[in-house]
């Protein structure tokens, strides 16, 4: 069976989380190629106050849309992408990120350990196979910090801490969206589910370079973002409560 003839088992439901900000010449193809792809999941766009057509261009290509009143930052976003999925009863939701720079044809691969019941929180990782993605040695530098206090903290060896291409489980979507102020998506995140119990793992994914415009990140945060990171892991370890993971869920 190839990924574009896998199906997700019987009565689960799947949904496409994809955050979007100021993507109108991109959310487009993201959005046709996950339908191609991957009909078999919804697709939410949350849009984080765009001043552009993002919200119109991602209505017309078939998704789901939800429009925030103002730009609040992708954490706010994929918050709300969660509180939508854990109402509407979804088993499982994938993060794609709208700039295309995800291969929808590799969802089944990471959705694959949440579905047979494995882990909680499935990420794409950019290195865990040389597929030939080139990350700036700023940024890299910052990533492999990240990925080794991670991992420390955790118990378990992680190598990629901000790929925004991950599948959650029933039981991840419903602790994201009962919290406020976690960052799903950062290594603070993963330490705060890993510690609660939650299962991580990794599949190798492959990334490609965004189709148009600039990341968000630029050199200036590229080198402040892994400090600040690790300043906000300190009230983690010292207090933050999360919801725990069931033992026989």
């Not at 019987?10 to 949904?15: I, T």
């Not at 992408?81 to 088993?91: D, L, N, P, Q, S």
């Not at 865990?128 to 530098?141: A, I, V, W």
């Not at 976690?182 to 299962?199: F, S, T």
Request: glycine share 8%; hydrophobic share 45%.
């Amino acid at each position: 069976m190839t990924p574009l003839d896998w199906k997700p088992p019987a009565g689960q439901r799947v949904l496409v989380m994809m955050p979007a900000y100021n993507e109108a010449l991109n959310i487009g193809h993201s959005i046709e190629t996950v339908r191609r792809d991957a009909p078999y999941a919804d697709i939410l766009v949350v849009d984080d106050g765009s001043l552009d057509a993002t919200a119109k261009v991602a209505s017309e290509a078939g998704a789901r849309v939800i429009t925030l009143p103002v730009n609040l930052g992708i954490f706010d976003a994929i918050h709300t992408a969660f509180i939508y999925a854990y109402r509407e009863g979804y088993t499982a939701a994938v993060q794609v990120d709208a700039d295309g720079q995800h291969q929808p044809s590799e969802i089944p691969v990471i959705l694959e350990p949440v579905m047979r019941g494995e882990a909680d929180v499935v990420i794409g990782s950019r290195y865990l196979e040389n597929r030939g993605y080139k990350t700036p040695l700023s940024r890299r530098m910052g990533m492999i910090l990240f990925a080794n206090v991670t991992s420390a903290l955790i118990g378990r060896r992680v190598t990629d801490t901000t790929c925004g291409f991950r599948a959650y489980s029933r039981e991840a979507i419903a602790a994201f969206a009962q919290e406020t102020g976690v960052e799903a998506l950062d290594a603070v995140g993963l330490v705060i589910l890993g510690r609660a119990g939650y299962r991580i793992a990794e599949v190798p994914a492959t990334v490609h370079t965004r189709l148009t415009g600039k990341s968000s990140i630029n050199l200036v945060r590229s080198f402040v973002y892994p400090f600040n990171g690790l300043l906000s892991l300190i009230p983690v370890l010292l207090n933050r409560k999360f919801v725990r993971r069931r033992p026989n869920s």
